[in-house]
């Protein structure tokens, strides 16, 4: 099986960082995961993330730096999930998709029922929170 490149923002913000709920017309529904999509053909995936998020949420956003990609082999496709962190530049949350979105410090990311590809994500996020995120607080 084809594997689907799909890119996801950590997007952060005064010391926490974003995550939204799937809705039900939505793959997975009900489950929390960084906002993003699939990349297009020959798509560069940066573009593709600053497009997704300018669809899904309205606002602008300069990436960072890339963690891990993550390859998951879900029962109807395999995607290769890759995260940018990410500072919100501009814009205000307007949600096209998602059922809500949140900030979330780190002991409160694991409380969330995550999408199961993000879990590796949200580990390497909280195992380097305090370079990546705790910069950003003030
Ligand atoms: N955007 C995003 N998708 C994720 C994450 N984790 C994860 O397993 N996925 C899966 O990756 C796939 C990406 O699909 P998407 O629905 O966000 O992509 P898209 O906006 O381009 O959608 P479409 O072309 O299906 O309308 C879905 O199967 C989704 O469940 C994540 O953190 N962010």
Redesign the pocket.
Known sequence: MKI?P?T?AIIIHQGKVLLAQ?SEV???PG?W??????VEMGEDPKACLIR?IGE?LGIQILIKTELTPVD?D?PT?K?R?IPFVADWTGGEIILA?HAQVGWYDQNQLFLLDL????IP?VHELTEKWVNLVAPNQR
């Open positions: 689907i799909v996801c799937r939505m793959d997975l489950k995961e960084f906002p993003g999509g699939k997704e899904e998951f879900y496709k995607i999930l998709e999408a199961p590809a993000d994500i």
